[in-house]
């Protein structure tokens, strides 16, 4: 199974955006790009996937190395609700999804 | 409204007392899957189910049973559970295995084995 990498924690103030990174070198070419959050005491929530090109929903947007051995979820205004561990993940054929131990996102007012 | 729903939230129990820890979701999804997670190793999945009757271990099977007789639901048994499996346990479940879809999780379960 692919691993991911992401820093342990990253900080933001309130209302500007957040870059929080991912690597993923040994990804296959059929895996996923997935990017769950889990706050306080909540289980994960989905936030947004993609395979190779750049991808936007309503709560972020992906971008995706060429290479895909990299790639950032970007928040455009983060806010205090936004705070949590945002895990990167990649998912393949079976499903699964492998968490890694995510990167703990801080958002000050 | 989507969800998945476990029950109980909170559970504590003495060693080797069976327990259950029920999963239900509403969106017809056909993959279903357990996963628990403790502090410094994150979430492991335990079993998972790609349809109704088709059940099969995921990373940390030992201790656990599962069943799948309807599609909805997918429960967890601790046949004789011990204090290792003291844990945050949260069950998901998503379309199907090929689909890439966004995977549901609910609010969880922490079990504490005294």
């Known amino acids: 199974d692919a691993k991911t990498t992401q820093p342990n924690s990253m900080e933001s103030n309130e209302e500007e955006p957040v870059h929080l990174p991912c690597n993923h070198s040994t990804i296959s070419g059929t895996d996923y790009i997935h990017w769950y959050r889990q706050l306080p005491s909540q289980g994960p929530e989905y936030v947004i996937h993609?395979?190779?090109s750049n991808v936007n929903n309503r709560m972020a947007s992906l971008a995706i190395a060429e290479d895909r051995k990299s790639s950032t979820l970007i928040l455009h205004r983060a806010t205090l609700r936004d705070a949590a561990v945002y895990y990167c993940?990649?998912?393949?054929?079976?499903?699964?999804?492998?968490f890694g131990q995510g990167t703990t996102l801080q958002v000050k007012p | 409204e989507a969800q998945v729903t476990q029950n109980p939230r909170y559970l504590i129990t003495v060693t080797g007392k069976k327990l259950t820890v029920t999963c239900s979701q509403n969106?017809?999804?056909?993959?279903m899957s357990w996963y628990r997670q403790d502090p410094g190793l994150g979430l492991r999945q335990i079993y998972y189910s790609m349809n109704v009757e088709v059940t099969d271990k995921g990373d940390v099977p030992e201790g656990y049973k599962v069943s799948r007789k309807e599609k909805r639901n997918f429960p967890l048994i601790l046949e004789s559970p011990s204090p290792n499996q003291t844990s945050l346990y949260f069950c998901?479940?998503?379309?199907?295995?090929?689909?890439?879809?966004?995977?549901?999780f609910g609010q969880g379960t922490r079990l504490t084995v005294v």
């Open positions: 993940i990649l998912r393949g054929n079976t499903g699964k999804l492998i």
């Open positions: 969106m017809n999804h056909e993959y």
């Open positions: 998901a479940s998503s379309l199907n295995r090929v689909e890439v879809t966004e995977a549901f």
């Open positions: 993609g395979l190779t």
